[in-house]
């Protein structure tokens, strides 16, 4: 349930109605928009007597919120969440560009990517150091010595970095890390969303392999409603029964969830796609659908990639798609 709170209510005011609502167990969570003041419902509501607050002077109106997410639903915040990395705005009508190889391998080659990418307008760096693979005996990434040469990276060229979160117990190691990445395969790994909502560490979330925007809104839902309201969502395909692309880019998401919810939507055209001739494309029709930003892999080698090298970018690649994107959001 929201309630609108009209434009002139004191903050005594106000007072008296969430402490009224505490006494019935109804937690309150506020948005103060440029117009109105939103508030919203968190509880039990159905015992609430919504005719009773409608009928209060300083309520607008009173709304029954149906989806089963509160904290990250339009309804209850009706203006865009900026998330900002040092600096780095995403949302709000902010874009950034997020570029990296899949894993990190070597200082140079992080170093050398990220110093491309930077040229090419990317502002905040990615890359892999624990890595979800498929078969145990694929590369599971330099694991805590990737993250230092990220952090190498990080200081080398003053780019925030976003990296991967496997485990809980890894989460100390993180400290320095700009962005924590929940993966596809953890997106519904409760107690990771849980401890992170503990951190006030932004938060790339990524939709999972077979889940839908609901779920994905109920996992965001997890780690806001554990107090940490820094995420970002990231469309990077789903399973469908197509076997050409690795996975289906479900576009669509985009304004869907844009509606839905006030979080920055991403777009991983890299992972959504699995082929490099079709990133930028898919990179392009992502950004003329609104998204706040895109996650493309970049590697120096891709021939000689780790991981996912069919999948990236050379970094003069990159720079063409970094370059026709901007035109796309000019005529946004
Ligand atoms: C990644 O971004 O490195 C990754 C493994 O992506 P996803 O979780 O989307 O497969
Ligand atoms: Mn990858």
Not at 40 to 57: A, K, P, Q, R
């Amino acid at each position: 349930m929201i309630a609108v709170i009209k434009k002139g209510t004191t903050q005594e005011q106000m007072d008296v109605l969430v402490q009224w609502l505490a006494t019935q167990n109804i937690e309150v969570h506020i948005s103060q928009g440029h117009n109105y003041t939103v508030l919203g419902l968190i509880g039990d509501t159905t015992h609430v007597d919504m005719d009773l607050i409608e009928s209060l002077d300083i309520v607008e109106s009173v709304k029954k919120v149906s989806e089963p997410f509160k904290q990250c639903s339009k309804k209850f915040h009706p203006d865009d969440t900026v998330v900002d990395v040092n600096g780095m705005k995403i949302g709000g009508g902010h874009f950034q560009l997020i570029a990296g190889p899949c894993s990190v391998e070597s200082k140079d080659q992080i170093i050398s990517v990220a110093e491309s990418v930077k040229a090419s307008g990317a502002g905040i760096l990615r890359g892999g150091a624990f890595k979800p693979r498929t078969s145990p005996y694929d590369f599971q990434g330099l694991k805590s010595v990737g993250l230092d040469l990220l952090l190498e990276a990080k200081r080398a060229t003053g780019m925030p970095i976003v990296t991967e979160i496997m485990n809980t117990e890894h989460l100390p190691l993180f400290e320095q890390v700009d962005i924590i990445q929940v993966g596809a395969r953890n997106m519904q790994n409760f107690e990771l969303l849980k401890a992170l909502g503990h951190t006030n560490k932004p938060i790339l979330l990524k939709r999972g392999l077979a889940n839908t925007m609901k779920e994905l809104l109920m996992s965001a839902e997890y780690i806001m409603a554990s107090g940490n309201p820094n995420i970002i969502l990231c469309e990077r395909g789903i399973r469908t029964y197509e076997t050409y692309t690795r996975n289906t880019l479900d576009l669509s998401a985009v304004p869907m969830l844009k509606e839905l919810s006030h979080l920055p939507v991403v777009v991983d055209p890299s992972h959504a796609t699995g082929s490099s001739k079709l990133v930028k494309p898919m990179a392009l029709a992502a950004a003329a659908a609104g998204a706040d930003g895109l996650m493309i892999e970049v590697h120096n080698d891709p021939l000689h990639a780790w991981c996912d090298g069919a999948q990236s970018l050379t970094p003069e690649q990159f720079a063409d798609v970094a370059e026709k994107v901007r035109k796309i959001r000019e005529i946004l």
